[in-house]
């Protein structure tokens, strides 16, 4: 029985977001229960899946910083200095995504990330129950219903407060669009995934090199593959689900050996590192890709949203993680700051609702980058200028990826920011094949006038 106190709280999902803000949570005193759908991966025997890697980036590792889990996080992290950036012709160029190594982005195993989230969680006092579907909510009354999906049965609960942690298809977002309408649009990309595998050199080092992200840009379509602690990469493939020009497109593509040949013509290189290509194409259906846009994430202080059930986006920023860590910060933070908890989950909604919309945004905008642009030669120049800029005006001129990636600047400024400097990249290199004759002068002139300081920026 729940005591229904404003200190009490029911957070639906143990996953990535769900767990981390159950130690925030837990650590302010509050009384924190949780339920997860699925069964405790902290036990042996669970069956763990694919290893699933993450790009963890500095918005990401400030939160698990809050939670106390930076440390036992990084120690198993892989640095990835930048994209690797593979030709039709098997040529290999990384580009570095900062400047040194202090700005990269790192490989984390989402099981081990969870693992320790959940462990921390129940040392700060949060109780977690598995087996627990969330599957309909009486708000009035204040009782929620789970499902056991090992024996499909029901077990209820009183709560005073939910929070929806419970990923992309929240079942608590449809309890609270059943009760009011939350403007829910779900825009379907019209491109899926495919994951697949390279293992281990026989001497169990890496094939390919691991401190980088490895892009097969082409065009209309690509191939990535980050690395995996023990010496494997999950490669993913994004294709058109139906054929654009001549594009491949997974309708065309049917069977396994169609797959190798695709492979064979367009990721020539990959394909002697990916021994299961066919078994894996087979086995497992393409996966959906899309962006989730609500226009309220709460209801009154009885329910709030976040994470991929308030904003699922498309993942080619890879920021969905990060993102949904930055929230756990905020709320956690507005639970602190007001007293009740409906001005605390209002005060979170219109603090980070904007910032949603942009990451949402220039995440769908990273997929033209990454499958197209990285070995266009207009491209090129623009990042050239952009680093030279940085270099000329540190505080003011900073790199769209690194506000993103590897600075806490609010999403929403990033935008605001990335689109000014684009603009001025896209002038200053408009019909050049090289940096040769800028007018540096009147370059500074338009930096000065266009961007302030960045706070943040060194
Ligand atoms: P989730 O982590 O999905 O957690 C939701 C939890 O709720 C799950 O444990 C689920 O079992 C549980 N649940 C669901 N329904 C119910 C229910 N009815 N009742 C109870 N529990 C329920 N992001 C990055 O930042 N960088 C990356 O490189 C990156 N790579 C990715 C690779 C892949 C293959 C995928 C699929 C995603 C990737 N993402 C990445 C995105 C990232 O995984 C998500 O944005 C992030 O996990 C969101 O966290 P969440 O807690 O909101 O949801
Ligand atoms: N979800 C990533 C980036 C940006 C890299 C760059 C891109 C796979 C599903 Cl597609 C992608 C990035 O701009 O050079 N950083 O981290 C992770 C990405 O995809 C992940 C592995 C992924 N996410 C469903 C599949």
Aim: glycine share 8%; net charge negative.
């Amino acid at each position: 029985m729940n005591t229904s106190t404003n200190r009490s709280i029911t957070i639906i999902g143990a996953g990535l977001a769900g767990s981390l803000l159950a130690i925030l949570l837990a650590r302010q005193g509050r009384d924190v229960v949780v339920y997860e759908r699925r069964g405790d991966p902290r036990i042996k025997g669970y069956e763990r899946g694919r290893s699933i890697n993450l790009a963890l980036a500095e918005r990401g590792r400030n939160a698990l910083r809050a939670a106390g889990a930076e440390d036992a996080v990084m120690a198993h992290a892989v640095m990835m200095r930048g994209r690797m950036v593979h030709a039709l012709d098997g040529r290999q160029q990384l580009l570095r995504y900062g400047r040194d190594d202090s700005e990269v982005i790192w490989s984390v195993h989402r099981a081990d990330l969870n693992v320790v989230l959940l462990d921390l969680a129940e040392r700060a006092g949060a109780r977690i129950h598995f087996y627990r579907r969330l599957h309909t909510v009486d708000f009035d009354a204040g009782h929620a219903r789970f499902i056991d999906d090992r024996d499909d049965q029901p077990h209820d609960i009183r709560f005073s407060t939910l929070i929806g942690a419970d990923g992309a298809g929240s079942a608590l977002r449809a309890a609270m669009q059943r009760r009011e309408p939350i403007d829910e649009i779900t825009e379907f990309l019209d491109h899926s995934y495919k994951e697949l595998e390279i293992p281990p050199a026989a001497d169990g080092g890496f094939r390919i090199e691991p401190h980088a992200l490895h892009i097969w840009p082409r065009g209309r379509y690509m191939c990535i593959a980050l690395p995996n602690g023990e010496g494997t990469f999950t490669v993913t493939l994004f294709l058109p689900n139906v054929a654009e020009g001549d594009a491949p497109s997974f309708a065309a593509v049917n069977s396994g050996a169609e797959a190798e040949a695709l492979f064979a013509r367009d990721f020539a290189d990959a394909l002697p590192l990916i021994p299961r290509l066919r078994q894996d194409w087979e086995e497992h259906p393409p996966g959906l890709l899309g962006t989730l846009y609500l226009d309220r994430w709460h209801l009154d202080g009885r329910a709030v949203l976040l994470g991929d059930a308030a904003h699922a986006m498309v993942p080619f920023h890879g920021q969905g993680m990060n993102c949904a860590f930055e929230d756990c910060v905020a709320l956690a933070t507005q639970m602190q700051a007001h007293a009740d908890l409906g001005d605390a989950f209002a005060a979170f909604e219109a603090q980070r609702l904007p910032d949603a919309r942009a990451i949402q945004q220039m995440a769908l905008e990273n997929y033209i980058e990454m499958r197209d642009l990285v070995d266009d030669p207009g491209f090129l120049l623009q990042r050239e200028l952009e680093r030279l800029l940085q270099a000329r005006h540190p505080t003011r001129f900073v790199p769209h990826y690194t506000m993103v990636t590897f600075m806490l600047t609010p999403y929403a400024e990033a935008l605001r920011r990335s689109d000014i400097q684009r603009g001025i990249l896209a002038e200053a290199t408009a019909g050049r094949s090289s940096l040769d004759g800028i007018d540096w002068k009147a370059l500074d002139r338009t930096v000065y006038e266009q961007l302030q300081p960045l706070q943040g920026a060194h």
